[in-house]
């Protein structure tokens, strides 16, 4: 059966309709905004990591040249503090006291870049300067930084009233099971390692506009986000107003990757300023307070043990994780390692699970969502577990991921966490990848590279994630006067290409072209409310939502077109703009449609998908490297993808969106690395220092899909955003490990896998 692909429809590998404007760089930021009488906010931030602290005087800064304000904590009584309401239940039963982050410290500081005093000025430069004068007295304290060191008894505490540097601890599985299944265990394989933590590094630093609209007696914030009204929901509760009484609005934005879900400190500061002066307030972030102040991620110490039988099947699995919260609780920050470590099984059928996990504060920038959240730190830990098993036992790691996974007869399947997997063949895709990826052909091509003396390795990594959570993204479309289309969503484009993909839902149902859809996000005033972006959940649930909406607005036009060309609605088929009566040439167009439409009800379609449990993309990657010995410098020589997304919406995009992911999980993998010194000093605070991956650091990545169709999901999509990442971290590391475990007998590196660290690896392993 010959299938059809749609012109503009799903399946259909339309271009984005954004990149005309950004590559003319016709983009609208929150930095190129400039309204009338703007003026420009400064942050005084900390430079010690921990200490408490006086503000001797701000007299100074307040009579420095085009200086209009100076504010300190002590003004900001009226405001709350940045809360967290993602605390988990802890095996007690009950939930661990946070530590909120406020907008200004009055006392102490608890890491560099702590906020101290904002001052608003003519420029950003006088704010800066004036920001130099205010007098503060820092009582300097030794600082906590380490997460491996967090707990010892020398360690100094963050929070000294707590007692202690942890902050919570959780529990998930069944630890007698578990014990039994250890217990009669005929191998138990061990492995530890760090999982480093990533500063995010999106193209646009974050910025925001703080207005005070007299008129309408409420503010106004422009900031680049992942969520409109999330942000509307939190800084009303900090200023104690009703949601009506803020307007956010979003626009383009540079990059999100989770971290700019978040609410911080600077946006409730340039409100703040732009009621007291009455004028608009702009703050921007420049590289150094991101690699500062912007919620990091990852940042876990690992150690895990696997139970085998003789034949290599996995009869129960422990864990025990230490998650860096940094020095205060962040908006997600508790739930990031909960929702990973109920990945820990992922696509294996193991029958027992201990897993503890016990957060931490440390004297670091707070640490949070970031691409995958939790997911990628649960793939790495078990991919990179997995195949030490196989080495242990002498099986090949294809072989034994083969032996354990969940096979597709035992699907719904409800992992030893409560997760229930609706479908998937990993087998399947694995296959298909060693196929693509010509494994078996590897030795060969290993003789090549040892005969340039130049060491050989392959990894791969079979992922499974979670997204879409449980929830809706309603939709709402309406027909313009001029023919075009409307679409209104609570979703955010960060760079994933909204306006193309959901033009696409919508012009399945229409039949009409995409530049005639317009998608409106990133404005509270449009829309009561709305789930944002995060989790994969855009297309999963926003797209459904959108694809029925599509259709309530197509039967809608119908009915219309029915009455204006006298005939039954189901006789009216839409194309290309116009209404048709079957098998004739009468026609109406979508204009006049919209003229003869009797309310603006009848112009107006909705929709909205409820979904009750997450979706599972899930796929296999091999990463094939070469070292250098001499340098200790990895080439990736081969990537190959093999996924299972559900449905693809569109191919081109889809690809776009994992080979981001691929090139953040690898960068993990071997470059990127956040290091504090012992008294808490970001050491790697900028592109000098930390190692962003490039795009010389790759080679063309083979990419395609084997896709099962999700059940849950009523198109069967599964998702795709943050698949790259959690599936290319292991299998990078796994494919650097297996290459100096070839050469050198190297069973374990740390990441990232630099070439000083895989050079004094090979140094000290060689004589041996």
């Known amino acids: 059966m010959t299938v059809v692909t749609p012109k503009f429809g799903m399946g259909a590998s339309v271009l984005r309709r954004e990149d005309q404007a950004f590559i ?279 150690q895990a043990e696997m139970a085998l039988d003789k034949d290599g099947r996995f009869l129960g699995m422990k864990v025990e994780l230490l998650a860096n919260m940094g020095a205060y609780v962040s908006q997600y920050g508790p739930f990031i390692p909960y929702v990973g470590v109920t990945m820990s099984t992922g696509v294996y059928d193991i029958g027992a699970l201990d897993v503890s996990v016990t957060g931490l504060y440390t004297n670091t920038c707070p640490v949070d969502a970031y691409r995958g959240a939790g997911r990628p730190e649960a793939a790495l830990l078990l991919e990179k577990l997995v195949d030490a098993c196989a080495h242990d036992l002498g099986l090949p790691v294809e072989e034994i991921r083969r032996k354990n996974f969940i096979r597709p007869e035992q699907f719904p399947y409800r992992t030893q966490t409560g997760r229930l997997y609706d479908t998937g063949e990993f087998a399947g895709h694995m296959d298909r990848a060693i196929e693509q990826a010509e494994w078996k052909a590897f030795p060969k091509r290993l003789e090549l590279s040892k005969a340039g003396g130049k ?40 760079g994933q290409g909204h306006a193309t993909a959901y033009a696409q839902f919508l012009s399945e149902k229409l039949d009409l072209p995409i530049e005639k859809i317009h998608v409106r996000q990133g404005d509270t005033d449009e829309l009561k409310d709305g789930g944002g972006t995060g989790g994969s959940r855009s297309i999963p649930l926003g797209g459904v939502s959108a694809s029925r909406a599509g259709e309530d607005l197509a039967n809608k036009i119908r009915r219309i077109a029915a009455d204006e060309l006298e005939a039954s609605a189901g006789d009216i088929e839409l194309s290309d703009g116009v209404a048709r009566i079957v098998g004739t040439d009468r026609t109406i167009d979508f204009s006049s449609i919209a003229k003869a439409a009797k309310t603006p009800d009848d112009l107006k379609g909705f929709g909205e998908f409820v979904q009750d449990e997450c979706t599972y993309p899930n796929g296999t990657h091999i990463c094939e490297v070469e070292i250098d010995p001499d340098t200790g410098t990895t080439d990736i020589v081969r990537y190959t993808i093999v996924d299972d997304f559900g449905v693809t919406v569109n191919p081109i995009l889809l690809a776009g969106q994992v080979h981001g992911g691929v090139v953040q999980g690898i960068g993990q993998a071997l470059t990127e690395d956040t290091v504090y010194g012992e008294d808490g000093q970001l050491l790697t605070a900028s592109f000098m220092d930390y190692a962003m991956p490039r795009a010389d650091n790759f080679p063309f990545f083979h990419f395609e899909t084997r896709n099962v169709p999700s059940t849950t999901n009523a198109l069967g999509i599964k998702g795709a955003g943050e698949a790259g990442t959690i599936g290319a971290t292991p299998a990078a590391l796994n494919a650097v490990t297996d290459a100096l475990w070839r050469a050198y007998g190297i069973r374990h590196i740390e990441m990232p896998a630099t070439p000083a660290r895989i050079w004094a690896a090979i140094q000290e392993a060689s004589p041996a």
């Not at 992942?226 to 626009?251: C, N």
């Not at 990894?459 to 313009?480: D, K, R």
């Open 24 to 302: 003319k760089g016709e983009g609208r930021y929150t930095d190129d905004i400039s309204p009338a009488g703007l003026l420009h906010g400064y942050v005084l931030r900390s430079p010690v990591a921990k200490a408490s602290f006086t503000i001797a005087s701000t007299e100074a800064a307040t009579a420095a040249p085009g200086v209009h304000l100076v504010l300190t904590s002590a003004d900001l009584a009226h405001l709350g503090k940045l809360k967290s309401g993602v605390m988990q239940r802890q095996p007690d039963g009950t939930k661990a006291p946070t530590r909120d982050i406020p907008i200004l410290c009055s006392d102490r500081v608890n890491y560099v870049g702590d906020a101290v005093a904002f001052v608003v000025a003519d420029s950003r430069a006088l704010a800066q300067d004036a920001a130099e004068m205010v007098e503060v007295d820092y009582d300097s304290e030794d600082a906590a930084s380490g997460t491996a060191t967090a707990l010892d008894e020398a360690t100094p505490l963050v929070w000294p009233e707590l007692g202690s540097n942890r902050a919570f601890t959780y529990h998930i599985g069944d630890k007698a099971r578990t014990a039994a299944a250890f217990a009669k265990a005929a191998h138990v394989t061990r492995i530890e390692f760090v999982n480093n933590r990533l500063v995010c590094n999106y193209m646009e630093p974050r910025s925001a506009i703080g207005e005070w609209n007299v008129d309408e007696n409420r503010f106004v914030l422009t900031t680049g986000s992942q969520g409109v009204h999330s942000m509307q929901y939190i800084i009303a509760d900090l200023f104690k107003i009703k949601k009506s009484e803020l307007r956010v609005i979003t626009p383009d934005v540079g990059g999100g990757f989770g971290p700019k879900s978040f609410v911080y400190r600077e946006y409730p500061l340039v409100l703040e300023a732009a009621k007291r002066l009455g004028r608009p307030v702009k703050w921007a972030g420049d590289r150094t307070e991101h690699f500062l102040t912007d919620a990091q991620g990852r940042d876990n110490v690992v």
């Open 455 to 494: 060491v050989r390795g392959i990894g791969m990594a079979t992922y499974i994630e979670a997204c879409a959570f449980p929830g809706s993204e309603p939709a709402f479309v309406e027909l313009n006067g001029d023919g075009t289309v409307t679409l209104k969503i609570g979703t955010q484009t960060n």
